[in-house]
């Protein structure tokens, strides 16, 4: 009698990775060293300590989620998901693993089996910045911002906002330095999403001062739509109210004196700080 095939199927509505599909695949031994690792598919930095825990674990209680595989040729399979697992059982110097090996039916296309590869690596493990910043950009590479937003389960501005430099279109790119600084060309493309539009507003605030411009992007961001002329408005309004006046009595002139004296500080640096003090106490 012939021996049936260890093959298990699986079906989630992976809603948060942006595909929903049955993933069929079956349980393999398979040498390990026939299993690749793409450099660019590496969402994250493998931390040695945790490694060799995971790989003490595995030596006491076995392996109790065998990393995901696909078949690139004769010899040869493409890691999925399992990063860690696959460097701890190196560390144990096994040489052959069960591996769970995707049939067919569900393989993907070089490019997208990368992608997923980056996906499974981000929900197994929250990541800093810089690897999330990373991954998105060789996602938005692989299959576009949108998909890759999606994928993520991150909204398209928070999607920007993790992308950073690296996703500012290149026409926009071209500003910087001489018209627009790297960090404003970012948060301007975050607020902005239509490219010939964000040039023109980077040329309209590329002579304003660092503090002002910083202003009218804060502006910009509350209100995209406004023309220019209404955005500077406002920005100017916040420089003035930034600059406020006190008219005091005479006994608290003499009290704020009295006071500057003892702390040894001009009078309108003390009333300043005073007021900072009681709005920051009041949450502003």
Known sequence: MAKKKNTRRITKRQTR??????VSYRLKEVPIKQIKVWKEAQARKLDREGISELAKSIKNKGLQNPPMVQKEGKNSYLLMSGQRRLAALKR?????????????KTEYEIPDAKAASVIENIHRKNMNVKDMAAACAFLAEQIGKSKAAQSLGLSMSTFKK????????????????????RDDATKLYQIISDVSKAIKIAHRISALDSPIKKRYLK?????????????????????IQQNVSLKLSKRQARGLGTQSRHKDTEPSALAGKIVSDWLRRKGY
Do not use: Q, W
């Open 17 to 22: 990775r942006g595909y929903a599909s049955k």
């Open 92 to 104: 144990l110097h096994a040489k052959k693993i069960p591996a769970l090996v995707l049939t067919k």
């Open 162 to 181: 993790y992308h950073g430099f690296a996703g500012v279109p290149d026409k926009l790119k071209e500003l910087v330095p001489k018209t627009i600084s």
């Open 219 to 239: 502006v910009l961001a509350r209100s995209p739509r406004s023309s220019h002329k209404k955005i500077m408005k406002k920005t100017r309004s916040l420089v």
